[in-house]
C-alpha cells in the first residue's frame, strides 16, 4: 500500500538515493545505508520494485542495476496507509456493494444510490477520494 499512496502523492520522502549494482539475497538487499526499521524503495529491479521495509525477509534473490531510495516516510502517513488498507479491504472486497457494477438501482419500491455516483470512474467512491482531505497535506505537485 506505502508504493501505491507515495505514488498518488507524488512524494516518496526520499533522503538518499543510491544508483549502482544492489543484490537481493536470503530475501533482503545488501545496502549498508539503511537502518532497521527503515523503508526504501527499490527501482529497475525485476522482482522487487517498489516500498519496502529494511530489514526486508520476503524479496526474491535477484542482482540488478537500478537504484535504492532510503526514505523517511512520516509516522501519520504510515498509519494512514495502513487505515486506507483497512478500508480497501472493507469497500473494495468482491462481496462489497461498492464492486457492484451499478451506481443506482431501483426495484419494487426500493432505490439506492452511491456516493459519487455519476463520476467520471463509473463507480462509487475510491479510496483516493474518501482520504482526499487527509492526503492532501502530503501531496507534492
Not at 16 to 22: I, L, Q, V
Not at 82 to 101: C, G, H, L, Q
Request: hydrophobic share 40%; glycine share 8%.
Amino acid at each position: 500500500m506505502l508504493t501505491e499512496l507515495c505514488q498518488e502523492l507524488h512524494n516518496w520522502f526520499d533522503r538518499e538515493r543510491h544508483t549502482g549494482t544492489f543484490t537481493i539475497e536470503n530475501g533482503n538487499i545488501t545496502a549498508d545505508f539503511l537502518q532497521d526499521g527503515q523503508y526504501f524503495r527499490v527501482m529497475g529491479s525485476v522482482f522487487s520494485d517498489g516500498v519496502h521495509q529494511y530489514p526486508a525477509a520476503d524479496l526474491p534473490s535477484e542482482e540488478f542495476e537500478g537504484a535504492v531510495w532510503a526514505l523517511s516516510i512520516p509516522k501519520p502517513v504510515i498509519n494512514l496507509a495502513a487505515e486506507i488498507a483497512e478500508w480497501r479491504a472493507k469497500y473494495e472486497a468482491v462481496d462489497s456493494s461498492a464492486m457492484s457494477p451499478f451506481n443506482s438501482e431501483s426495484f419494487g419500491g426500493y432505490s439506492y444510490s452511491k456516493s459519487g455516483a455519476g463520476s467520471s470512474q463509473g463507480s462509487g467512491v475510491s479510496w483516493i477520494t474518501a482520504f482526499a482531505s487527509r492526503l492532501n497535506m502530503w501531496r507534492k505537485l
